[in-house]
């Protein structure tokens, strides 16, 4: 996945388990407002950077094929 790519299948391939502050904001996207992605992501499992298999936890990585991934 690259950049902001949000789209429903990118989503998809996320772990379940993987959080970002943007996920919880309850407001409607704003195409005249610079996106909110601070890129700071979280494990649910540890609740911290790392996820279980002490590799970060980041879009790019916490997707299908990383030992830890669950799926949505």
Known sequence: ???NDLSPA???RLCRRL???GMIMN???DPGVPSSDD??????????C???DGQ?????S?????????PR
């Not at 970060?56 to 790019?60: I, K, M, P, S, T």
């Open 1 to 3: 996945m690259v950049g």
């Open 10 to 12: 990118a989503v998809t």
């Open 19 to 21: 959080r970002s502050k």
């Open 27 to 29: 407001v409607m996207p």
């Open 39 to 48: 890129g700071y992501f979280w494990c649910t499992h540890t609740m911290n």
């Open 50 to 52: 790392l996820g279980p």
């Open 56 to 60: 970060v936890a980041e879009r790019e």
């Open 62 to 70: 916490c997707q299908s094929g990383r030992g830890c991934y669950e």
